[in-house]
Each structure stands twice: as structure tokens, then as C-alpha cells.
């Protein structure tokens, strides 16, 4: 469970729609948005591109899911809002302060070697190797609904899938821990944050990775996939890959539920 202070660092630079994301490393198995030409029966392909336009279009205070809004983990700025972009489909826009919690060794003082969330097998999930992201860990209002978007209101699980996007990358990613819940004082995180992302995560999307000094202040958008057909399933020498070759799938069935 994440619960380490953050810094923040320069804020940063604002999503380029305009431009088409560019191919990047077989390892990173980020998305090219120039989409090739389909086969001729298939469903139409989306690019990143025109998913992300198509969600930040339907990011409007009719479709806003949380009324209260969340805390941005990065610059502690309570105005982070969580949008159902399409049925079964929530975005939100923050930070990615970087979590090095789990199986993997890391440097910073405060790492921890459990993530709430583990792989098929059971182990901790390994954040220099899994890409992941991480949600409040309870409803810190104790009301039910929540007033703040809580999870496991939505149908959202352990390993659920998302994209996550940050300027000219796309990348997939898994639920893989959460932030400090209302019992737990050892850092200024709480439940109501939205904004962290694996060491893995940070390094896909281009991002300083290190636990104690990277992470950017804004401009990464989470789109969460619920329901169990969404959930990823593999070990820590997989699932990354696995996480990837969900990518197209997911542009395509949300570019298609929006009608873009």
C-alpha cells in the first residue's frame, strides 16, 4: 500500500492532440495513432489520438462521477475529477507520482515490499517491471455512494485494465495498489488521492521514474476499463505484455462507445 511523501516537480507540459503520437520501443508497446489500413471486414481501428480527444470531450460535469473532488498526489491541488466517459469507462486527469512498492528491490528508504494487489501466482506485484496505477484504498466520507470515486462502487477489481496517456504515449496498465487509506497517518496521502503510477509505468510513458525524485505534477489521463473481462491476468514476467496487447483492443471498443 502506497504511503510515501511526494515531491512535486515542474509541472507539466499539456497533452498534444493535435500531433499524431509517434511508435515508440517494442518494450514500451506504446500505440502508433497513425492507424494502419484494416482489414476490410474489421471494425474500424482508433488511434490514441482520437480516443483521448474523444475523452476529454465527453470529461463534462454531466458525466462527472465524484462530488467531491480528489487531491492531486503530486501538488496536493483538491481538482482532480473522475468522468464516465462511456458505459463501464472512467477517466480522470492528474499527476503520476512514482510508487516503487512491491517485489522489486528499489533505493528509496520508504519502498515497501507488499502492493495490495499481486499476480496470478500470488506474488507481490513487481513495480519496476509491471505497469500499474493505484486509486484510494476506501471511501474516506464512510458514506455509501461515495462521494469521491471509490472502486469498488464501479466494478473495478485488482489488475483491472486502463490506458494511460501522457503526451505522445499510450501505454496499458493494471491496478496494482492503492493509497494510504483514513487508519493509516504515515505520510500526508490519503484515500481521496489520484495520481500514482508504478516505477514501470513512469518509465513507459517517458517519465522520471525514481521514487524519491521523478514523477510530473499533471497531464496524465487514467482511463479505467471495469468488469471482469477487463481484468488482466499473468505474472510479474508477463503481465506488462500482456497489459500491451490489450491496447488496440481497448482504443478501438471505447472509440466505437463514443461514437467518435
Known amino acids: 500500500m502506497s504511503s510515501r ?25 506504446t500505440m502508433d495513432t497513425q492507424a494502419g489500413a484494416p482489414d476490410a471486414a474489421a471494425a474500424k481501428t482508433y488511434t490514441a489520438a482520437e480516443v483521448l480527444a474523444g475523452v476529454k470531450k465527453n470529461s463534462t460535469s454531466a458525466n462527472q462521477v465524484n462530488s467531491k473532488p480528489h487531491i492531486n498526489t503530486m501538488t ?16 480522470y486527469s492528474s499527476s503520476l507520482a512514482v510508487d516503487d512498492d512491491g517485489s522489486d528491490p528499489d ?49 473495478i ?4 485494465f486502463a490506458l494511460m496517456f501522457y503526451k505522445s ?27 500514482e503510477a508504478s516505477v514501470k509505468s513512469a518509465s513507459l510513458l517517458g517519465i522520471p521514474s525514481s521514487g524519491t525524485t521523478g514523477g510530473v505534477d499533471n497531464g496524465v489521463t487514467v482511463v479505467i476499463f471495469s468488469g471482469s473481462s477487463w481484468v488482466v491476468n499473468g505474472t510479474n514476467a508477463n503481465l506488462n505484455a500482456n497489459a500491451q496487447a490489450l491496447v488496440q483492443k481497448a482504443l478501438d471498443s471505447l472509440g466505437a462507445s463514443m461514437g467518435i
Open 169 to 195: 504515449k499510450c501505454i496499458g496498465a493494471i491496478f496494482g495498489d492503492t493509497q494510504t487509506g483514513n487508519n493509516q497517518t504515515t505520510s500526508d496521502n490519503d484515500s481521496r488521492e489520484l495520481g
Open 107 to 155: 533505493p528509496d528508504p520508504d519502498h515497501q515490499g507488499t502492493t495490495t494487489f499481486q499476480d496470478s501466482n500470488g506474488k507481490q506485484l513487481a513495480a519496476h517491471h509491471v505497469p500499474f496505477y493505484v486509486l484510494g484504498d476506501d471511501c474516506y466520507d464512510r458514506k455509501s455512494p461515495c462521494p469521491h470515486f471509490f472502486y469498488k462502487e464501479h466494478n
Open 5 to 29: 511523501p511526494r515531491l512535486a516537480v515542474a509541472a507539466a507540459a499539456a497533452l498534444a492532440l493535435a500531433i499524431p503520437f509517434a511508435v515508440k520501443s517494442a518494450d514500451a508497446a
Open 157 to 160: 477489481k485488482g489488475r483491472q
Open 76 to 91: 496536493r491541488a483538491k481538482n482532480v475529477n473522475v468522468f464516465q466517459v462511456a458505459k463501464g469507462v472512467y477517466a
